[in-house]
């Protein structure tokens, strides 16, 4: 059986990880962060990997992998935009937003542009940006106070190829002042 | 007198995460005292003296907690819950983002008194800045010896884990946690056994959330005394409040536990934005029960709030205008806690689908009079009847809303247009 490339490439980091528990079966969670920081995705091969890893089945694994949001198991884009749903970013318009996201790039939630650059996503979690209301993560950086028309700079500066953590410094929350 | 922020000072300013800047603002002194001046139970002595309260929702005081683990010879550990996910909240957020050291000084010195052999730092997985900060000042602080091997000198040795969790809300509940540190499915377990007694991979555990282990390191460095002198009798010390919604400026705000909704809201955030009428404010969170306008007087503390009918909770502080229909927020908050249910208790996996799909009737129109019977009588299949108090919050604002906003309920139950508009995007 063949394995991910990741298997062999990241080998010390995958024994680090595992030396990081007293019981190596909590390195899974990890395992599967690792796996999609390679691919944006997690395919059947490296659930299969993690299973050998963790001398477990592929089926305990995908029971775990089932169980999280964040974990993908089908291909996304290079880009990955998330909506904040929840209630604060809800009457702030975030549901305008969306609409907005999917006429833009046409394509509907859940789906990914046909250059396979950007997968549009909703999450019923609050992203605890409520501050930033309506907020939006690119590959899991914060976006705040996303407008219509940042919402348009957002797009923009990731079809110029700005880096998820770029379009944060640029349209992220700042913290308040304390007190 | 105005108050001196402690956990947020130089947040916005400085660059705390850097631990030279942190070290120059008297960070690591607290570690240091405890570990040239203090044995383990001097400082479990001083944190139990100082009153500190959880953080996290419940307000447990944390030294009475840290002292439940039995002394059997059992290997410790110490969790820090950083899984925080409850919607209104985000002062946890912020101070792993910004100050990272202070959560390593407070973990280092909550391990240190409860004896742990080991600690975990679980965070939540959408914060992916937070937990690369946090993993880059853990490598400066072990290679300053704050981790690792002979601390300071001293016998103490710890090592530190920063588990990332991968969007749950569930695994904020503590077993849950432990179920997804372990390597598991994030699904709670029936309590008891407490995690104390029996908790990560079967062995005594504390959980502990990030603010609360942030105090930690002021009380051992300034004493309880100090701590004591901050807030209530009863709930002292300081309290970051997440403020959000239609105020001028939301944001975190520290101030001493006690003060009133009123100043928070006033003075602090801005009042209100302008076109704003006050129509109900949620004091701890998406699980905790509306107050009405004539509740602004009251004191956010642990006490207070619970007896104007609501609780501080998380301290996630959502104020609502007239533009917000409480149906509508009844069913975002449905469709949250039924999409977060891990399904292994029935009342709690089907009720919550089923408050959702009833509120969205009620949401288009289309609800039936016996509705709101159907909706009230939640309350005696979801409290107390699961393992985890998922169940119980998820009705709470539910239930707070029918008896405060009947009308409106009742109107869309006579399939009534509530005409009332989500806002559209608002500028920056
Ligand atoms: C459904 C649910 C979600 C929770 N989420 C969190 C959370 O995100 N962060 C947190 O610190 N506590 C959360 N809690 C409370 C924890 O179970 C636990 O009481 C807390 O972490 C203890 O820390 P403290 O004593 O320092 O407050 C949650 C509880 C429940 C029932
Ligand atoms: S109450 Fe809900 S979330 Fe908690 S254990 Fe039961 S099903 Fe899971
Ligand atoms: S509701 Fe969107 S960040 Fe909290």
Redesign the interface.
């Known amino acids: 059986m063949s394995s991910p490339a990741w298997v062999v490439e990241r080998k010390g980091e995958i024994k680090e990880i595992l030396s ?4 190596e ?6 395992l ?2 690792l796996a999609q920081d390679e691919r944006g995705w997690i395919a059947d091969e490296d659930i299969e990997a993690i299973a050998r890893i ?1 001398e477990t089945t592929p089926a305990s694994v995908e ?2 992998c089932s ?5 993908h198991r089908t291909p996304k884009g290079r880009y990955v935009i998330t909506v904040c ?4 970013c ?4 975030a ?3 969306t609409r907005h996201f999917e006429e833009r790039l046409g394509i509907k939630v859940g789906q990914t542009t046909d250059d396979g650059l950007i997968s549009l996503l909703v ?12 907020a939006v ?1 690119v ?4 976006c ?7 919402a348009d700079q957002i797009i923009a500066a990731i079809r110029a190829g700005d880096d998820a ?1 770029a379009i ?1 410094d640029r349209f992220g929350i ?6 | 007198m ?4 402690v ?3 130089g ?3 400085l660059d705390l995460a850097d631990i030279e800047v942190y070290e120059s603002q008297g960070g690591y002194q607290a570690l240091r005292k405890a570990m040239t001046q203090m044995s383990s139970s001097e400082v479990h002595e001083e944190v139990k003296k100082s009153g500190l309260r959880g953080r996290g929702g419940a307000g447990f005081p944390a030294g009475v907690k840290w002292g439940f683990l039995p002394d059997d010879g059992r ?1 410790r550990y110490m969790c820090c819950n950083a899984d ?7 002062n ?3 101070l792993i ?2 100050n990272p050291h202070l959560l390593i000084e407070g973990i280092l010195l909550a391990s240190y008194a409860a004896r742990c052999a ?1 600690s975990f730092f679980y965070i ?6 937070g937990y690369e900060i946090l993993v880059k000042a853990l490598a400066q602080a072990r290679a300053k010896g704050y981790v690792g091997e002979n601390i300071l000198g001293s016998d103490y040795r710890q090592e530190i ?1 920063v ?7 569930i695994c904020g509940e503590e077993t849950g946690l432990l179920s ?7 699904e709670p377990r029936l309590k008891p056994p407490f995690p104390a007694v029996s908790g990560l ?1 079967g062995m005594p555990t504390i959980v502990n959330n990030v603010e609360t282990l942030c105090n930690v390191p002021f009380i051992v460095d300034r004493g309880a005394d100090w701590f004591l002198s901050i807030g209530t009798e009863k709930s002292p010390g300081p309290k ?1 409040f ?4 239609c105020v001028q ?7 001493p536990l006690g003060v009133t909704l009123r100043e928070l809201i006033e003075e ?1 955030a801005g009042g209100l934005r302008p076109g704003s009428t006050l129509k109900a404010v949620q004091p701890g969170g ?1 699980s905790s029960p509306v107050l009405l306008p004539d509740k602004l007087d009251i004191q956010l503390d642990f006490d207070s709030v619970p007896a104007a009918g609501s609780i501080l909770g998380t301290a ?1 502080v ?1 104020v ?1 205008d007239q ?2 229909c409480m149906v509508r ?1 009844a069913l ?2 449905a ?2 806690f039924s ?2 249910s ?1 399904g292994q208790c029935t009342p709690c996996r089907e009720g919550t689908a089923w408050t959702s799909r009833i509120l969205r009737r009620l949401e288009n129109g289309q609800g039936a009079p016996h509705d709101l019977a159907v909706l009230r009588a939640l309350k005696g299949t979801m409290s107390g009847t699961t393992i985890c108090l998922l169940s119980d919050f998820s009705i709470t604002f539910l239930q707070s809303v029918l008896t405060h906003f009947e009308d409106e309920f009742a109107a869309h139950a006579a399939g009534e247009a509530c005409g009332l508009q ?7």
């Open positions: 990081r528990y007293p019981y079966k909590s390195a899974v969670m990890p599967l962060h963790l029971s775990v169980f999280y949001s964040l974990f749903g929840n209630i604060q809800g009457l702030s318009g549901d305008p937003l999450t019923g979690e609050c992203v605890a940006a409520c501050d930033g209301a309506p993560q590959n899991l950086e914060y705040g106070h996303v407008t219509l028309e940042r953590k944060s700042s913290p308040k002042k304390a007190g | 105005t108050y001196e922020p956990l947020t000072k947040i916005g300013e290997p925080e996910s409850e919607p209104g909240t985000f946890n957020k912020m983002e910004y080991q939540r997985g959408e914060f992916k800045r884990t588990h990332r969790g991968a969007g749950a809300y997804s540190l372990e390597g598991g499915r994030g991979y970051i997440s403020v959000s919604g400026r939301p944001g975190n705000y520290e101030l602090h998406a996630g959502m609502f533009n917000a927020t975002y908050y469709d949250f999409h977060e891990c989500t806002r559209e995007v608002r500028s920056a």
